[in-house]
Every structure is written in structure tokens, then in C-alpha cells.
């Protein structure tokens, strides 16, 4: 079992479907993010979750919608997404959250919206 | 504006020879860098540290070298093997708005050839 594990690994939508992207981490890690990473740009960070609660929304429009039930469970609830939205959405941990410490990704979500 | 660089977005290098990635950054207040490795289909995955009191850190083929005058770091792999073709992120903790978070450059894809 890897540590940090994203489904679906693969998405296509259209603008006016909804869908979840999820992520479990297998690290017994206290934080958690969902990372951004567009052709051509570097990662952006969406979300961070610090034991369950969110402590960072960088600026992502609403149809972006993040869930942390636990420290091991991540969610990322899709809606009406436009097509510049496509990407691929990456999760991450961290033991904790003081900017020194090493992210363990996940695989990802290559997410086209149509 | 981007506060890490990376301005080569590709890198070619014959096998067996030495592979070097550059890595510049505009904040001085920075003062902790790390270099992640992303393969194809996978999420990226830390590879090397390197704090701002030291100007090098070695790790088997792979040393990290910062010259905090001209801000810039490089990474450095020898001898190049195939299987470190990969897209490389230099990434540095920035405090915004009284959080840390984790900025990354826009990656070089490097290719060893055999």
C-alpha cells in the first residue's frame, strides 16, 4: 500500500457535472493538501488541512470544494468546472506543517473537463 | 510573480555523464530548499534538502549546491543514469499572509540518454 493514494487516477467531465476526487494517506501524517498543476506552471497550492482543519485557501474559486472528515481522508467535490480547470490535481501530506516539511504526493488526478 | 525559477524547462545529457539543474529564487528571506523528482504517472517525491547555513549537501549521486549571494541553487547528478529521467521541482517555504506554504518552480524535464 503506497502512502498517499488518489482516485479517481483519471477523470473526464463535462461543465455541468459534479464529482469527488479523493485521497487517503497511509502515513499516520497530520496534515493534508491538494496541490495544482497545469501544462507549463508550476504546482499551486489549493487546500491545507492541519489536523482536519483548514488553514489555507489559496484564493480557489468556490466550484472547488474541499472535505477533511479526518487527518487521513481528503476530498476535493467538483462543480460545474470550466475546461481551464483541466489539470492534474494532486494530493499530498506532511507529518506536520511548519513549511520545512517533506510532502509524500500521491499519484494524482489527470482531470479534463469538457 | 514567481519567486522560484527554474528557466531551463529541459535538460538532454548523455549516460554516465553529469546532469546539473538550476534553480534561482528572488526572496532572501528564504532559508530552506528541496528539490522533488516527478516521474511520468506519479506524483512528485522529495529527493534532496539543503538548508541556508550550509552551501552544499551530498547524497550519493546527487548534491545540492547554494550560493545565497546570487540566490540561486543547482542540483547536481553523477554520473547520470536513465532512470533519473524525470522532471525535477525546485521548491522553497514562503511565509504569505502569516502562513508557510511550499512554492515550487516550474519544473526541467530531464532526459538521460543511454
Redesign the interface.
Known amino acids: 500500500e503506497t502512502g498517499?493514494t488518489?482516485t479517481p487516477?483519471h477523470l473526464v467531465m463535462g461543465m455541468t457535472n459534479k464529482k469527488s476526487l479523493k485521497c487517503e494517506q497511509h502515513l499516520g501524517h497530520n496534515a493534508m493538501y491538494w496541490y495544482k498543476q497545469s501544462a507549463?506552471?508550476?504546482?499551486e497550492?489549493m487546500f491545507?488541512y492541519n489536523f482536519k482543519e483548514q488553514?489555507?485557501n489559496?484564493s480557489v474559486p468556490s466550484r472547488f470544494s474541499p472535505e477533511c472528515p479526518n487527518s487521513s481522508h481528503l476530498f476535493l467535490h467538483l462543480h460545474t468546472l470550466q475546461p481551464e480547470d483541466s489539470a492534474l490535481y494532486?494530493?499530498?501530506s506532511s507529518q506536520g506543517?511548519?513549511?520545512?516539511e517533506?510532502?509524500?504526493?500521491?499519484?494524482?488526478t489527470q482531470l479534463s473537463v469538457l | 510573480d514567481q519567486q522560484v525559477k527554474q528557466n531551463s524547462p529541459s535538460l538532454s545529457v548523455q549516460e554516465g555523464r553529469i546532469s546539473i539543474l538550476n534553480c534561482d529564487y528572488t526572496n532572501s528571506m528564504f532559508d530552506y530548499f528541496l528539490w522533488y523528482k516527478k516521474y511520468p504517472a506519479e506524483g512528485p517525491t522529495f529527493l534532496i534538502s539543503i538548508s541556508s547555513i550550509k552551501d552544499k549537501n551530498e547524497d550519493g549521486r546527487f548534491t545540492v549546491f547554494l550560493n545565497k549571494s546570487a540566490k540561486h541553487l543547482s542540483l547536481h547528478i553523477v554520473p547520470s543514469q536513465p532512470g533519473d529521467s524525470a522532471v525535477y521541482f525546485c521548491a522553497a517555504p514562503s511565509t504569505q499572509g502569516g502562513s508557510e506554504k511550499l512554492v515550487f518552480g516550474k519544473g526541467t524535464k530531464l532526459t538521460v540518454n543511454p
Open positions: 498517499v488518489q487516477r507549463k506552471k508550476p504546482l497550492l491545507v488553514t489555507e489559496n494532486l494530493c499530498a506543517w511548519d513549511g520545512n517533506k510532502l509524500f504526493f500521491g499519484s494524482g
